[in-house]
C-alpha cells in the first residue's frame, strides 16, 4: 500500500507525504504519541482531530481507526516498506519505539518490564482516571448516587499509591531510564492536576515521588512541546 490508498488522506491531505501523518488531539491519549514523535525524532506531519465537529466520527477517520479514538498514524515507511497504520496509544508507542530504536530498552528484562509499566498505564491508570475525571469534571455533581464518583475516586487514590510507590527508589518507572513507560503515564498525572481540577479531591500531595518524577518528565523539552500538538484551532 501507499499513502495515497488511505481514504482518511482525502480528509486530512499529506503536505509532506514521506513524513509520518499523525491524526490526533492534545488529550492524554494524544500527547503520548506526539511527545514520542518528538523524542524519537522521525519526522511527521501532524492533523488535528477536531472533536467540537466529530471528526473521529467521520467516515475518513474510521476508515483508518475502526474504533474512532484519537491518535492514528500512518507511516508511509512502514513494514516492507509500505505504507503502514495503526491505532491504539500504547501499540503506537511500542511501533515507533521498535522504529527510532528509543524508549524502549533491547535488554529482555527490562523491555519486559517497560512493557509492563505501558499495559498497566493502558489497562489500568488511563481508563480509571479518564472515569473519574468524567464524574468528577462533567456528571459527578448531577447523579444523587455518590458511589460511581466514589468508585473511581478511591481507585484512582490506589493506583497513585501504586505508581507512587515503585517511584520511591528509582528515578523513572524502570530504572533510570526514562521510557515509554513513562511517557504513557504522565500525561494523564497532568490532567488530574489540570484539566480534571482534582488536585484537592485525590489528595495529590501525598504522592511526592510521583511529583518529583513528574516534574522531570514536564521539564524534557519533548513533553513541554508535545502538549500542544496538533496545535488546536
Not at 150 to 179: C, F, T
Not at 181 to 191: C, E, F, K, N, V
Request: aromatic letters at 12%.
Amino acid at each position: 500500500m501507499k499513502l495515497s490508498d488511505f481514504p482518511i488522506t482525502n480528509k486530512w491531505p499529506a503536505q509532506h507525504p514521506e513524513k509520518i501523518q499523525l491524526y490526533s488531539l492534545p488529550t492524554p491519549n494524544g500527547i503520548k504519541t506526539s511527545a514520542m514523535l518528538e523524542e524519537s525524532g522521525l519526522a511527521y506531519e501532524p492533523h488535528l482531530v477536531n472533536f467540537a465537529t466529530d471528526d473521529q466520527l467521520s467516515p475518513e477517520f474510521i476508515s483508518l481507526n475502526p474504533n474512532n479514538k484519537i491518535p492514528a498514524i500512518i507511516d508511509p515507511n512502514g513494514p516492507n516498506g509500505e505504507a503502514f497504520g495503526i491505532w491504539e496509544s500504547g501499540a503506537i508507542l511500542i511501533y515507533l519505539a521498535e522504529k527510532s530504536g528509543k524508549l524502549l530498552s533491547s535488554h529482555p528484562a527490562k523491555r519486559l518490564e517497560t512493557l509492563q509499566w505501558l499495559m498497566f498505564q493502558m489497562g489500568g491508570a488511563g481508563p480509571i482516571f479518564g472515569q473519574f475525571g468524567f464524574f468528577h469534571k462533567f456528571a459527578g455533581k448531577e447523579i444523587e448516587d455518590k458511589r460511581p464518583y466514589e468508585r473511581y475516586q478511591n481507585e484512582s487514590k490506589r493506583l497513585l499509591g501504586v505508581i507512587n510507590a515503585h517511584l520511591e527508589n528509582r528515578e523513572y518507572m524502570v530504572g533510570n531510564e526514562y521510557s515509554i513507560a513513562d511517557l504513557a503515564l504522565w500525561p494523564w498525572i497532568r490532567t488530574l492536576n489540570g484539566f480534571y481540577e482534582a488536585t484537592e479531591e485525590l489528595e495529590m500531595s501525598k504522592y511526592s515521588a510521583v511529583d518529583a518524577w513528574f516534574k522531570k518528565c514536564m521539564a524534557r523539552p519533548a513533553s513541554e512541546k508535545s502538549t500542544n500538538i496538533p496545535a488546536r484551532d
